[in-house]
């Protein structure tokens, strides 16, 4: 029998010219990917249909316990955690994770890729955004799509096609744009026919994603008649549209403009006034990327309602004196909305957030993965206006914490315990973490498409060596610190979960 899957379709160096160009060999190591034929090849690191593999001696990491065990994985599924599990027959592969955490893989509830957004679109595609969410152990993520025109159906159709390079799990959210009953009766069909059960309204970017009062308030009562999640970007658009004029007026024109324009104040006003908009409606509502003081207090004084605040890697760790660089291409890195705050505010909302982490408001780590090039934000060098809103989403030093990467987003989203948990029965969406190895995170080792990375030179502590989608290895690093991300080329997931959807899909 002939073995296609022995052909190695492509090897190619991923971000080759930023690799080459400007960064030596690093003790990372150099990044690569491969393409796997669906059948399964020892060249990748082995799997396939029917696969076992036997993980030993690690120590497995839930959000609800640690404990020493082994964990077996038949075609995708853990089927059995314990200790000391015996290999049975040759056909078992083994992975030793002696003095490692096994983890489950991380879930992302928050990304854009390949979005048309303020003139360009955003660098990652699915291909490149699910190659570097795989090497960083995020193993499913949730997207947004964007209405085309207002338009659900058509919208829906063109991220399917966005999504037709796809590498990994993938769900979508949608946003409303606009509102009409055309809009409303296509909400519908989005719930009942293809499991988007959320839906997020902008309150800011006046004059293109925007939505009015009106709308909004239409949006909150149709989510609560579909049991839909409503979901919040909340900033005062009008507001920030004067903060802006503001700024201009006054010659300021930087990336610095980008944050005094739009101060913590708008978003907590506007937090505020969408918690009081679904109190009134008497439907949950999730506020994406909570960055401020101010929203988070708004968020704290919900009484007796359920409130989601969802805040993003980039609030919790980065403080807005880089807006202030004088290096416009490391200043317009730090552009996002809402914008980086003050120091202060990323403590604040570490603390808050591990002080709730077991209370009915739940909050967990999104990324808002939203990424542009220098190039692309250059685009705002004489006008901070113009420059592209978006930072990637790196979590690496957040790989640890099981709960905010993976199991809240699960369980929010309806997907847990088949994601979010290493349980008997869940998909083997698995991490092996080395506690010992360090890492140092940067445009060259991101895996993105981008040449900027807002986390460049950070140093972390724990770095994986070895993830598990389902029946496959998909990232592996051996002991002379050569990465390869391996791609298998199949059609393989398309699941549905309580009323959800997700896909996976890479043909090669
Ligand atoms: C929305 O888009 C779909 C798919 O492209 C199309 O069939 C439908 O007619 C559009 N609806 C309206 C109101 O334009
Ligand atoms: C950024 O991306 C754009 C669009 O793909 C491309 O034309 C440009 O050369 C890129 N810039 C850099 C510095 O990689």
Do not use: L, M, W
């Given at each position: 029998m002939t073995t296609p899957s022995r052909r190695l379709l492509l090897l190619l160096p991923l971000l080759a010219v930023a690799v080459a160009a400007?960064?030596?060999?690093?003790?990372?190591?150099v990044l690569r990917w491969q393409f796997c034929a669906a059948e399964g090849d020892a060249g990748c690191g082995g799997g396939g249909d029917g696969a076992r593999i036997l993980i030993k001696g690690g120590t497995v990491v839930n959000a609800h316990r640690a404990e020493e065990a082994d964990v077996y994985i038949e075609d995708g599924v853990v089927v059995a955690i314990r200790p000391?599990?015996?290999?049975?027959?040759?056909?078992v592969r083994v992975i030793d994770a002696t003095g490692n955490y096994v983890m489950p893989g991380g879930i992302d509830p928050h990304t854009h890729l390949a979005m048309e957004f303020m003139g360009t679109v955003t660098i990652d595609d699915f291909f490149s955004g699910h190659a570097a969410a795989l090497a960083g152990g995020t193993m499913m993520h949730i997207d947004f799509v964007i209405p085309v025109n207002g338009n659900l159906t058509a919208g829906l159709e063109s991220y399917k096609q966005k999504a037709a390079n796809a590498a990994m799990d993938y769900g979508f959210h949608m946003a409303i744009t606009k509102w009409n009953d055309e809009v409303a009766r296509e909400m519908e069909v989005m719930v009942k026919e293809h499991g988007i059960n959320y839906f997020k309204f902008f309150m800011a970017y006046k004059g293109s994603l925007m939505v009015t009062d009106d709308l909004l308030l239409q949006g909150l009562q149709k989510c609560k008649s579909l049991g839909a999640l409503a979901m919040v970007h909340a900033e005062n658009g009008d507001a920030v549209a004067e903060g802006q004029q503001r700024m201009i007026d006054l010659?300021?024109?930087?990336?610095e403009g980008h944050a005094l324009s739009r101060p913590p104040i708008l978003e907590g006003e506007a937090t505020a006034w969408a918690i009081r908009l679904a109190k009134f409606i008497n439907t949950p509502l999730y506020v994406v990327h909570v960055m401020s003081v101010d929203a988070m207090e708004e968020i704290a004084k919900r009484e007796g309602q359920r409130i989601i605040g969802e805040p993003v890697v980039s609030g919790l760790v980065l403080d807005d004196s880089w807006l202030w660089n004088p290096d416009f291409t490391i200043a317009s890195k730090y552009v996002m909305s809402p914008p980086i705050r003050e120091a202060g505010h990323g403590d604040a909302l570490v603390a808050y957030s591990k002080m709730w982490s077991?209370?009915?408001l739940k909050i967990l780590v999104g990324t808002d993965h939203c990424t542009f090039n220098s190039t692309q934000k250059?685009?705002?060098?004489?006008?901070?206006?113009?420059?592209p809103n978006g930072v990637n989403g790196d979590r690496q030093d957040f790989c640890h914490h099981v709960r905010v990467t993976s199991t809240e987003c699960a369980k929010i989203f309806n997907i847990y315990p088949r994601k979010g948990a290493i349980l008997e029965g869940s998909d083997a969406d698995i991490i092996i973490l080395n506690p010992e190895r360090s890492f140092v995170m940067g445009a060259h080792t991101h895996h993105s498409r981008s040449n900027t990375n807002v986390y460049e030179g950070r140093k972390g502590k724990a770095s994986s060596s070895s993830h598990i989608k389902q029946q496959y290895l998909v990232w592996n690093s051996n002991p002379t610190s050569e990465y390869i991300l391996f791609i298998w080329c199949r059609e393989w997931w398309k699941s549905r979960y309580q009323g959800g959807e997700w896909y996976g899909r890479m043909v090669c």
């Open positions: 400007s960064h030596p060999a690093h003790e990372v190591g000391n599990i015996p290999v049975g027959d040759d056909n010659g300021i024109t930087g990336p077991q209370s009915p250059a685009f705002g060098s004489d006008d901070f206006r113009k420059i």
